[in-house]
């Protein structure tokens, strides 16, 4: 009986946390989607176009929705850093891959980078967003000129998304999110991960979640070298549930 009770109180009570990734090559914009999106979630003022610099670390933004909270990790994109981004993989609910769609010169290091991170075993299942960034700008490709350009159709079964957006704006941002909360509530991924999380809550002894991020990530991370620049966020109040016109289709 205590153990339906509990299940039930946990079921009300307990918000879900998402860890989603922020990838893609430098200067496509990770790092002002980042800000922008916790000024919509936050009603926080963005930091000024001209202060976001490249990311060397790891910036972190927390946002809730409805009754899900999401961690935000934004990578820096530069070649050398790329290497980092896999430590992050195990722990990932979800994938949002951002591209310059105003910049077809690097589409080609775009695709080729995304297609490897998608190779990768470490982030079997996840959910993907493809985001065609900077639509303010005339010259954008649109999410549908995006897609048949990166020809993604070996996508295996995993489900994704292309979402025209720009960081600038805001275009697009409520509705990725929105994806992004519906499909992780429901994929195969976030169960293995809670059972994962659920076997090792005994091992594990930090309170905060980025700390057993860092001692449960492989290879070991030092924060201390790779925390550049943490933009801590804070809760704000729930917005009432959203859910997709089309919910997508699951493996
Ligand atoms: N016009 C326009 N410019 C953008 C948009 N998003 C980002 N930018 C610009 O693109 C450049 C790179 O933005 P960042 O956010 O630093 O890119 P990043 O992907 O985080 O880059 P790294 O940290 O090096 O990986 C900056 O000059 C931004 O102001 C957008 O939606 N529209
Ligand atoms: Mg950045």
């Not at 704006?169 to 409520?174: A, E, F, N, Q, R």
Request: charged share 25%.
């Amino acid at each position: 009986m205590f153990s339906l009770f509990y299940g039930l109180w946990k079921y009300l009570f307990t918000k879900t946390e998402f860890h989603v990734l922020i990838l893609g090559i430098d200067k496509a914009g990770k790092t002002t989607l980042l800000e922008k999106l916790k000024s919509v979630y936050l009603n926080m003022e963005s930091l000024p176009h001209d202060r976001i610099v490249p990311t060397v670390g790891l910036n972190i933004g927390r946002i809730q929705v409805s009754n899900s909270k999401l961690v935000f990790w934004d990578l820096g994109g530069q070649p050398g850093l790329r290497s980092i981004w896999e430590k992050y993989y195990e722990e990932a609910h979800a994938i949002v891959f951002v591209i310059d769609a105003s910049s077809p010169l690097q589409f080609e290091d775009a695709k080729s980078t995304l297609e490897k991170v998608l190779r990768h075993e470490d982030l079997q299942g996840a959910p993907l967003l493809i985001l065609a960034n900077k639509q303010d700008l005339s010259e954008a490709m649109s999410a549908e000129e995006l897609a048949r350009y990166l020809d993604l159709k070996k996508l295996d079964e995993r489900v994704y998304m292309f979402e025209a957006v720009s960081a600038y704006d805001g275009l697009g941002i409520k509705e990725s999110v929105e994806w992004l909360v519906e499909v992780m509530e429901r994929s195969k991924r976030t169960e293995t991960l809670r059972a994962r999380a659920g076997e090792s809550a005994g091992s594990v002894t930090s309170s905060s979640s980025e700390e057993q991020t860092c001692l449960r990530t492989k290879g070991q991370i030092n924060h201390d070298l790779l925390l550049g620049d943490i933009i801590p966020g804070s809760w704000h109040q729930p917005r009432p549930p959203q859910v997709h016109a089309q919910p997508p289709s699951f493996p």
